[in-house]
């Protein structure tokens, strides 16, 4: 089972950037995924997560209105559409997964599938 993210970069404050997870060894269908991020010095913050086959979604309350996940199956990828990018929102970015009948709170406990993450700079 392996995630892999790529779409990291430097952008400037209002900015844009989308992040893609690609997942292999599996299929998306029957588990909840999420986007984490951490900032040198600070914890590990859920960003969003979805819970693929339920449509349930979660955001992190520092990103709501500005970031949307989606899925695509047929790509057996997720994706982290990052709008209106202030500094506050550079970290390393990283997706993870789990199985679970227990919707998620999306908290970096609950995963145990992780890609190796991708940075992102908000800079200008």
């Known amino acids: 089972l392996q995630l892999v993210e790529s779409g990291g970069g430097l952008v400037r404050p209002g900015g844009s950037l989308r992040l893609s997870c690609a997942a292999s060894?599996?299929?998306?269908?029957?588990?909840?995924i999420g986007w984490f991020r951490q900032a040198p010095g600070k914890e590990r913050e859920g960003v969003s997560c979805?819970?693929?086959?339920?449509?349930?979604?979660i955001y992190g309350d520092s990103v709501k209105g500005r970031f949307t996940i989606s899925a695509d199956n047929a790509k057996n990828t997720v994706y982290l559409q990052m709008n209106s990018l202030k500094p506050d929102d550079t970290a390393v970015y990283s997706c993870?997964?789990?199985?679970?009948?227990?919707?998620?709170?999306?908290?970096?406990?609950?995963?145990?599938?992780w890609g190796q993450g991708t940075q992102v700079t908000v800079s200008s």
């Open positions: 993870a997964a789990y199985v679970s009948d227990i919707p998620t709170r999306c908290a970096p406990y609950e995963f145990d599938h």
């Open positions: 060894g599996f299929t998306l269908d029957t588990y909840h």
């Open positions: 979805i819970s693929m086959g339920k449509g349930r979604v």
